[in-house]
């Protein structure tokens, strides 16, 4: 039995009105949505043009969905207000949590519905004064912050290092929200040691489908625990989460390695996911679309950027790039180098392209930062307003990135020439991802992302969209049972592909936490017309 925290504002004067209204039928006229004053403040929902064109879009510019409603809580009792509401009317509306709008698919849109700008809440009294609250737990062992869902994790590194201490697992971008990632899984080059973010968690605050506040964890109510976890939204809203935090490095060993043959590149990432030595494995692709230096990072020195566009020319316009990091602090200043260079003589690199850097962690860790091509609040630019960001994201096999190298890279890729922006490509381990999560990964040991994070004008998205398709095709067509990250499909069978064995079971969970199909409407993965279904 889930243990319920009941909203403060819950009354019986609150149900005898939801009653009323239900009778009379005055919620929706004309496809407008009329919430009571008595339940929010009218001050807090908002439907001016600003407002609505904020909320109808996101990152990717790809979908417009304007709500007629956004609301910009001060409390989390406003959201939970907001969903009983909807819960308890005749004909429900939907609610998306919409935390730095850095979905690229319209995830976090709601057509006719009313969509939630978590952020406000940061304007409230939540965890804390600033929603981080840092603490020790003795029965486990560890440090923890408990965090507000709407707040990023660029603020969780600044209030744990306040005490020497750090998450373990992070995004390449730091200006994501906690709610936001773990809504989806949190990835980057430390998952293969420590797993994605939502390994790291210990216990949320969850507003459900139903308008319930549940607290959980992998002890009480793991249920919804592990549904949210990855659940794309579809169970709940996360307020707030409790992260395991460890001592802080202070600085970082940065390397860059470059190879012209994949399976050797592949190889050694994998030998190196595999040692005791390195903090943070993440592989690339170079082409002349996608070179050494691009908005994730300029890492290279316009010599060696000139070098490596030397070796790109006479290597038939591809390359690999290996990029290792090797944390450390003062106690450990005298070894790192060595334990470096012993991993570094393991390696197969091409000789002469080993590139070096010695930074802080926060300097590392905040590398992609502030550009037009990825900062979501840098939409005044003419430049970034203009942008499109067609990404395909993909969980591929490691039995067959031979013939994904093969079809998608060397041919694809290179045939279609339009690539623009970072192509990753990189291992993890599937032990650092817990079954039991609603995430969904290929079902073999060691599996590597693809992430193709295409910018454009919008003119072009078409070209790119058709690049993607192309590519899952051949996925398809070749049997590579890869799996979407970031998932977007138009169909409900599609999303029952996709989710495979655990279909079943999401869909259960759907019925139990969100019987009405309220949150989470972007994702297109329940409609109206499944009600019949679950």
């Known amino acids: 039995m889930a243990t319920l925290i009941p909203c403060p504002n819950s009354s019986s004067n609150f149900v005898l009105l939801l009653i009323f209204l239900i009778i009379t039928n005055s919620i929706c006229i004309s496809g407008d949505i009329t919430i009571p004053n008595e339940i929010i403040s009218s001050s807090k929902l908002r439907k001016d043009p600003a407002s609505i064109t904020t909320a109808s879009n996101d990152y990717g510019n790809l979908v417009q969905e304007p709500p007629p409603l956004v609301l910009y809580p001060s409390s989390v009792d406003d959201v939970i207000n907001l969903v009983k509401f909807s819960n308890n009317i005749s004909a429900p509306f939907t609610v998306a949590a919409r935390g730095r709008g850095h979905s690229v698919r319209g995830q976090a849109t709601a057509a006719g519905g009313v969509v939630v700008e978590m952020s406000s809440l940061s304007s409230g009294d939540q ?273 067959r990135i031979l013939d994904f190298n093969a079809g998608v890279f060397v041919d694809i890729i290179a045939r279609h020439n339009h690539s623009s922006g970072p192509i990753l490509f990189y291992p993890f381990h599937r032990i650092k991802w817990d079954e039991r999560m609603s995430a969904v990964i290929p079902d073999e040991e060691i599996f590597y992302t693809l992430g193709l994070l295409h910018s454009c004008g919008a003119h072009e998205a078409g070209i790119y969209e058709e690049l993607n398709k192309e590519i899952i095709r051949f996925c398809e067509e070749n049997e590579i049972n890869i799996k979407q990250y970031l998932p977007h499909y138009k169909s409900k069978e599609d999303w029952m592909k996709h989710f495979g064995r655990k279909w079943n079971t999401f869909q259960e969970l759907k019925t139990k936490f969100d019987p009405r199909l309220i949150l989470s409407p972007g994702q297109r993965i329940f409609t109206s017309a499944d009600l019949s279904d679950i």
């Open 127 to 399: 965890v804390s004064n600033d929603g981080i609250r840092v603490s020790w737990d003795s029965s486990l062992g560890c440090y923890y912050a408990d965090v507000g869902g709407e707040k990023m994790w660029a603020d969780v590194l600044r209030a744990g290092l306040e005490y020497g201490l750090a998450p373990v697992s992070w995004t390449d971008y730091l200006y994501l929200t906690v709610g936001g990632t773990l809504s989806n899984g949190g990835i980057s080059g430390q998952s293969f040691l420590h797993g994605p973010q939502i390994s790291n968690v210990l216990e949320l605050d969850v507003i459900t489908g139903k308008g319930d506040f549940v607290t959980c964890s992998k002890d009480v109510n793991p249920e919804l625990f592990f549904a949210v976890l990855g659940g794309l939204g579809q169970f709940g809203i996360i307020t707030r989460a409790r992260i395991v935090l460890e001592k802080a490095p202070t600085r970082v060993k940065w390397l860059r390695l470059i190879y012209s043959d994949f399976t050797i590149f592949t190889r050694d990432q994998e030998h190196l996911i595999s040692s005791s030595v390195p903090d943070y494995v993440e592989g690339s692709l170079i082409t002349d679309k996608s070179p050494p230096n691009n908005w994730r990072s300029s890492f290279y020195s316009p010599s060696h950027y000139s070098k490596i566009i030397s070796l790109l020319n006479t290597k038939q316009g591809l390359l690999y790039s290996i990029e290792v990091v090797k944390y450390y602090d003062e106690q450990t200043a005298d070894s790192v180098d060595q334990e470096i260079e012993v991993l570094m003589n393991e390696l197969s690199y091409t000789r002469g392209f080993i590139f070096k850097k010695d930074v802080g962690l926060i300097d590392f860790l905040g590398r992609v930062e502030n550009t037009d091509n990825n900062n979501i609040h840098q939409k005044s630019s003419a430049k970034a307003a203009a942008s499109v960001h067609p990404w395909l994201n993909l969980f591929v096999p490691k039995s």
